[in-house]
Every structure is written in structure tokens, then in C-alpha cells.
């Protein structure tokens, strides 16, 4: 059974830094994009960096020059590196990753959520 667990999230003041964990556990094959998205109250989830396999990477405006989203493939785990935070980064961040694992004896490729890890930027 793969899952996704997250950690890393909390309470920090305008300008600080935090930064997100993602590892990916189970019969994992392959990992292939992964990715983090949020959810601020009342607002859509939505795209806040993504990776590939081979480490292209992008960026929604908002986080673009401030947020850094790498990889460890030998770990299966996504991070997001989140520098100058703004009030309005508050929000729920969840991990999510497309991965190929072993059923049985063949594969599959599913897509993969982390729990939320809330975040909350605030003096």
C-alpha cells in the first residue's frame, strides 16, 4: 500500500522560512511527477510547484523567485523549500505524486495525495 506522508508545516512570521517534506512509502516502482498544491479557506486547491522525474520543474506566479520544489528519487521524497512567506501563503499544502507500484505481479500508476500540512503566516 503506498502513502504519501508530509511534515513540516507550522506557524511562522512574515518574511520567514519554512520548508515541506514528502516521502512516499510502500511497493514503489517508480516515481514519476510530484508535486505541491494548497487550499486556503474558501478558495480552490490549486498548483503550487511541480517536478518531474528528471527534475524539470514549475512554479505558480505567486511563489515564483521565493519557493523551490526538489527531489530525492533514491528517498522518494518531494521537498518544498518556502523563503520571504507572506500572509497570504496561509493556507493547507498537500503533497501529491504519480506513482507506478507493484500490484501483484504487474504494475500500476496512480496518483497520490499526502494528508495537508497547514501552513500559516502570521506576526
Known amino acids: 500500500q503506498v502513502q504519501l506522508v508530509e511534515s513540516g508545516g507550522g506557524l511562522v512570521q512574515p518574511g520567514g522560512s519554512l520548508r515541506l517534506s514528502c516521502a512516499a512509502s510502500?511497493?514503489?516502482?517508480?516515481?514519476?511527477?510530484m508535486g505541491w498544491y494548497r487550499q486556503a479557506p474558501g478558495k480552490p486547491r490549486e498548483l503550487v510547484a511541480g517536478?518531474?522525474?528528471?527534475?524539470?520543474?514549475n512554479y505558480a506566479d505567486s511563489v515564483k523567485g521565493r519557493f523551490t520544489i526538489s527531489r530525492d528519487n533514491a528517498k522518494n521524497t518531494v521537498y518544498l523549500q518556502m523563503n520571504s512567506l507572506k500572509p497570504e501563503d496561509t493556507a493547507v499544502y498537500y503533497c501529491n505524486a504519480e506513482l507506478t507500484s507493484y500490484t501483484g505481479s504487474s504494475l500500476a500508476t496512480n496518483d497520490y495525495w499526502g494528508q495537508g500540512t497547514q501552513v500559516t503566516v502570521s506576526s
Open positions: 517536478i518531474t522525474h528528471v527534475g524539470n520543474t
Open positions: 510502500g511497493s514503489i516502482f517508480r516515481n514519476n511527477a
